[in-house]
């Protein structure tokens, strides 16, 4: 009696810490692309660093975001936060994007990483108008004007982990930082291209030129503005 009652406990252990592990590696999952984890699993310790040769940056925040938190409360602000981001997750995995973390009211992704892909930028560009769609009705939801600021730029990247406590998976390169320049410069609902996230774009998007801008940091450069997509423009709906 006494064995079976032993051998049941350890039994009940076993499956407790089964299910431990199995709920620290779906955290683990929502915080690391899959490859990300595999290579920590099969080398702890071993440096991350991969060069993509074509990808695109987006860099998005909302407009008047002091404003608006001073009206909702902390709270308020947290709830919204949530639901915005929410709604980008879904969207950024819908279009075979790679969210890469969000500060603040500051939301960051990347296509063409880990996993190369023919039309990055277009993906970017569809996940920037759906956001934009998103964010207005989560406003309208909540009775507040929700804008968005967002810029998008093309180029090569390095990717890999930073960080040994609190791993953390990031992207470099100056394409990170014009994408970040070009969402600053950017007005309330509009979406600027850099010429190389230009380039990318099939006619299935209206864009205009924007024009020059003096870039901080890095000069003067050109930008073009992503209206939407040809479709809607066909139907004379464009936001």
Known sequence: MQYAAAETAIIDQLKATERALAASQA??????????IERLTAEPGAPITDNF???????????????IAKRLGNEGTVALLNRLTRAFDALAARHGVEKIKTIGDGYMAVAGVPHPSADHCERL???ALDMRKAAARIGRQAGIAIRLHIGIASGPVTAGIIGADR????????????ASRLE???AADQILLSPEAMEQL???????????VEIKGLGTGEAWVLEGAAAEAGSGYLH
Do not use: C, H, K
């Not at 955290?27 to 990300?36: D, E, N, Q, S």
């Not at 791993?167 to 014009?178: C, K, M, R, S, T």
């Not at 099939?202 to 020059?212: D, I």
């Open 53 to 67: 040769a074509e990808a695109s940056v987006l860099f998005a925040d909302i407009s008047g975001f002091v404003g």
């Open 184 to 186: 600053q410069l950017a």
């Open 125 to 127: 560009a569809r996940l």
């Open 202 to 212: 099939s006619a299935e998007f209206v864009t205009s030129y924007r024009g020059q």
């Open 27 to 36: 955290l683990l999952a929502r915080m690391l692309p899959g490859f990300v």
């Open 167 to 178: 791993l953390a998976y990031d992207v470099w390169g100056e394409a990170v930082n014009l």
